[in-house]
């Protein structure tokens, strides 16, 4: 089982910045795909961003594209998350999640919370 240690949540006011880290046990390299995922209070997780190892392609969701970005450091084996312009409606717990030989894998969450 992999293991995935997210960082960098807080508290932020609206159109500020955060930028979000993830760990992983394993080499990231190994990974069939890496990503990040949010929940927010009442609604199902949903897909924020995410990283096709193979091919180093990307993907994110409509309500993020443009403001978020997410990237790789190879030296440091972490997947970063970098959330430009947030708003009230980006308030979530944000995951890191990953797939290896069609397994899911999942961090602990770091709570993201935009407000005035």
């Known amino acids: 089982q992999v293991q995935l240690v997210e960082s960098g949540g807080g508290l932020v006011q609206p159109g500020g910045s955060l930028r979000l880290s993830c760990s992983a046990s394993?080499?990231?390299?190994?990974?069939?795909?890496v990503g990040w995922y949010r929940r927010a209070p009442g609604k199902a997780r949903e897909m924020v961003a995410v990283?096709?190892?193979?091919?180093?392609?990307?993907d994110y969701s409509d309500s993020v594209r443009g403001r978020f970005s997410i990237s790789r450091d190879m030296a440091k084996n972490t997947v970063s998350l970098q959330m430009n312009n947030l708003q009230p409606e980006d308030t979530a717990v944000y995951y890191c999640?990953?797939?290896?030989?069609?397994?899911?894998?999942w961090g602990q969450g770091t709570q993201v919370t935009v407000a005035s």
């Open positions: 990283l096709i190892v193979n091919g180093d392609s990307t």
């Open positions: 394993e080499n990231i390299s190994k990974f069939d795909a």
């Open positions: 999640g990953s797939v290896w030989y069609s397994t899911h894998s």
